[in-house]
């Protein structure tokens, strides 16, 4: 039901636990009660429970600069046009402001503009709404911008009024209706750090929404760890370093299409796409070779199955099973990672990646998931390092 409701791939352990809190907050006697009694409000609030609403002002910064200096490109070509953004999902706001800042800082006038800003959870669009944060969403080394852009409010800031006019909030989810029909296309769209949640199905589904939302010659940012996700799907990088941007590919000539004899008729079906990472965090992306030397016994591919399908002891054990076999298999451990992450038991989700990495020092998953327990663990400088170090791998795979 949860899964129907955002998309995401969710852990038994994790929705046990939302499921839990809510049947406490309503007195139902069991679970069976409790689903009885559902109601679309209570959804809602069990929704809330499972989503992952974590932001900060200023995450990854060159994606802002980079944004930016598109749309000046864009209202130099034509002064009289207006540029469409959107942000989705955009958690509490910190990452729509930011925008508007960036653009506010690079003297962008404010009618050549508007950013539309979605989120599943009604209470991160309300809080994004009041434009109040705590220090918590500042992590940034610089705050010039704070002193800028925020007036104190307490023991919190407050957003200007300007900057707040400038972005629009709704809720919403990607998956569930057709944005296109009721707001256009748009110039820019940042869909950060959503695919890393999905299933492959509904990453391919998310990433077809997208690509109808965005403008032709218009740019999309990433999480640094989706980038080949999208590339896989009819998307090309921009070339802005540790950006992670993406426009669409160049649309090619439609083939020659022979007709068919009316008397024989017959249904003509469109080809698959092709196979192609805050929750499954599984990447959709082909599963890495094993190291060499490694057997493939067919565990790992039945492991990754498995974890995809939120069935962790199996997939954890799964993969001691071919670790028994192959010591030195660095798939291996990069799902036992994925596997120790979702029961939240970070620390060995990261010794994990780590042998992962130490075996298979090339491996993008694995760099990109420790990057982001880094971010997690409020530990910037290992999570720039490490994402230098992803977009070295993924150039060098591009390039062969």
């Known amino acids: 039901m949860l899964h129907e409701a955002t998309g995401l791939t969710l852990s038994r352990s994790t929705v046990e636990r939302a499921i839990k809190l809510r049947m406490e907050r309503t007195a139902a006697a069991n679970q069976d009660v409790y689903l009885d009694r559902m109601t679309p409000d209570e959804l809602t609030a069990l929704v809330e429970l499972v989503v992952v609403p974590e932001s900060w002002f200023y995450?990854?910064?060159?994606?802002?600069q980079a944004a930016a200096e598109f749309v000046r490109a864009r209202l130099a070509g034509d002064g009289n046009r207006m540029v469409r953004i959107l942000s989705i999902p955009c958690a509490g706001g910190e990452e729509p402001y930011?925008?508007?800042?960036v653009l506010a800082d690079a003297g962008v006038r404010r009618d050549g503009y508007?950013?539309?800003?979605?989120?599943?959870?009604p209470a991160c669009v309300e809080r994004a709404k009041s434009g109040v944060y705590s220090r918590n969403a500042f992590r940034s080394q610089d705050l010039a911008f704070r002193d800028r852009h925020f007036v104190p409010d307490g023991e919190d800031y407050r957003i200007n009024d300007a900057l707040r006019q400038q972005v629009r909030f709704k809720q919403g989810?990607?998956?569930?209706?057709?944005?296109?029909?009721r707001t256009g296309h748009y110039d820019v769209i940042f869909c950060r750090n959503l695919l890393i949640?999905?299933?492959?199905?509904?990453?391919?589904?998310?990433?077809?929404?997208l690509e109808a939302l965005l403008a032709d010659h218009g740019l999309l940012f990433a999480g640094y760890a989706e980038v080949p996700s999208f590339c896989q799907h009819g998307f090309t990088p921009y070339p802005y370093p540790q950006a992670f941007g993406l426009k669409k590919e160049p649309a090619r000539p439609a083939p020659?299409?022979?007709?068919?004899?009316?008397?024989?008729?017959?249904?003509?079906?469109?080809?698959?796409p092709q196979a192609p990472n805050q929750p499954a965090r599984l990447a959709p992306l082909p599963v890495q070779a094993p190291a060499a030397g490694a057997m493939d016994t067919g565990l790992l591919a039945e492991a990754r199955k498995l974890a995809d399908l939120g069935q962790l002891k199996e997939a954890e054990n799964k993969s001691r099973d071919h670790l028994a076999q192959t010591p030195d298999s660095a798939e291996a451990y990069f799902i036992l990672g994925l596997v120790n992450e979702l029961t939240d038991k970070r620390k060995l989700a990261e010794d994990y990646w780590k042998r992962c990495i130490y075996l298979q020092p090339d491996h993008y998953e694995a760099l990109c998931h420790l990057a982001l327990l880094a971010e997690t663990n409020n530990d910037p400088g290992a999570a720039t390092a490490l994402k230098a170090r992803a977009a070295r791998v993924y150039k060098r795979q591009q390039g062969s």
């Open 256 to 272: 020659a299409i022979q007709a068919v004899p009316k008397a024989a008729p017959r249904t003509v079906r469109r080809p698959p």
């Open 59 to 64: 995450r990854d910064p060159q994606a802002f």
């Open 114 to 121: 508007i950013i539309d800003a979605y989120d599943i959870s």
């Open 197 to 209: 949640y999905f299933d492959k199905p509904t990453t391919r589904t998310a990433i077809a929404k």
């Open 173 to 181: 989810n990607l998956l569930e209706f057709d944005l296109l029909t």
């Open 98 to 101: 930011t925008m508007a800042m």
